[in-house]
């Protein structure tokens, strides 16, 4: 019997191996705290706005849509490694910090001294 069957994977799937990936380390114990994973909501209020966006270190500061919901936030399900992230959400393509992130720090990928939101996993 032949059977086909085509796997497509999701947008919180390719952000998991993405995240899998990059944090990979071969040394560490499969029990490690670097090796667990969290859900973790992102919420961004943007009534207004046609498109909003999550972008991070997690996913290589790549585009990810975020779901609108009816009352104008914004929602993205991600699953991240233990450690601190850098993040920001892209509001109509304009990048915005979140006011309810752990913090804020000066991205390290620009030289312009350019804040970025920041948020603990543990």
Not at 15 to 26: E, G, K, R, S, V
Not at 29 to 38: D, L, R
Request: aromatic fraction near 10%.
């Amino acid at each position: 019997m032949r059977t086909s069957h085509h796997w497509k994977e999701n947008t919180n799937e390719k952000l998991y191996f993405m995240n899998t990936t990059q944090q990979h380390n071969p040394d560490a114990s499969s029990y490690s705290a670097h090796n667990s994973h969290k859900p973790v909501n992102f919420y961004c209020a943007a009534p207004h706005a046609k498109a909003v966006e999550l972008v991070g270190d997690f996913n290589h500061w790549r585009p990810f849509p975020m779901e609108r919901s009816g009352d104008g936030w914004w929602l993205a399900h991600v699953e991240l490694t233990h450690g601190h992230h850098q993040y920001q959400f892209l509001v109509d393509g304009k990048p915005v910090l979140d006011p309810h992130a752990t913090g804020v720090v000066r991205d390290e990928r620009d030289e312009r001294d350019e804040r970025v939101s920041l948020i603990a996993v543990s």
